[in-house]
């Protein structure tokens, strides 16, 4: 079954303006994790958070995470239509670094 | 991309026969997941190992088997096919890759499988 929910399901907004989007999920975990897909396209790791973090940054990319709410957001600041993209969250329970991914966003970035 | 090829790349078969999809890596990586993803799905676990010989079931396992005999290598099968496994498959290694954490994903190009 499925450990995170994105939400929204999609988004779009236009180039420039910041997007963000939700994950929960429903067991504790060690860390959390976001990753992009373009379309056709493999997934490709963004950042991790681990559970006794609060916030990270790397680049464009903040991350929250808030476990007593099990939650997390991701905001990207200043969109470019090159992030249009579906963006999953994933989380890691400990065990052999499996990972369970929600059913993710679809971010669109109008340029 | 971590090294890791995916083949075939694309898939057309018939129900019931077999099908093998190969995962390829050329790091050393001890873990390696086959995924499946399908619209309003998001991506599922079907197999991992984390060694050669040591595999087990993930989240959607059935109808699936998986081998590693090799490092490099994890091979996933479908022993006869259904129109239900139609999808796309990724592989994913798991381990350290200068700097990243330990935990990180990093994914194959994909194999889309169509059964008729």
């Known amino acids: 079954s499925q450990q995170g929910e994105e939400d929204p399901q999609a988004l779009s907004i236009q180039e420039g303006e910041n997007a963000t989007m939700n994950c929960s999920y429903k067991t504790s975990i060690n860390n959390l994790q976001w990753y992009r897909q373009n379309s056709g396209r493999g997934l490709v790791h963004l950042i991790l958070?681990?559970?006794?973090?609060r916030e990270k940054h790397s680049g464009r990319l903040r991350v929250t995470l808030d476990t007593s709410k099990k939650s997390s957001s991701l905001l990207i600041t200043a969109s470019r239509a090159a992030d249009t993209a579906s963006y999953f969250c994933a989380t890691d329970e400990g065990s052999n670094y499996k990972l369970t991914f929600g059913k993710g966003t679809l971010l669109t970035v109008n340029p | 991309d971590a090294g890791i090829t995916q083949s075939p790349r694309h898939k057309v078969t018939e129900t019931g026969t077999p099908v093998t999809l190969r995962c390829h890596q050329t790091?050393?990586?001890?873990?390696m997941y086959w995924y499946r993803q399908d619209p309003g799905h998001g991506l599922r676990l079907i197999h991992y190992s984390y060694g050669v010989k040591d595999t087990d079931k993930g989240e959607v396992s059935d109808g699936y088997s998986v081998s590693r005999s090799k490092t490099e290598d994890f091979l996933l099968t479908l022993e006869s096919a259904t129109s239900s496994q139609t999808s796309v498959y990724f592989c994913?290694?798991?381990?350290?890759?200068?700097?990243?954490?330990?935990?990180?994903?990093?994914f194959g190009p994909g194999t889309r499988l169509l059964v008729l």
């Open positions: 790091e050393n990586h001890r873990y």
């Open positions: 958070i681990r559970s006794n973090e």
């Open positions: 994913a290694i798991s381990e350290s890759v200068q700097g990243a954490d330990q935990e990180t994903q990093y």
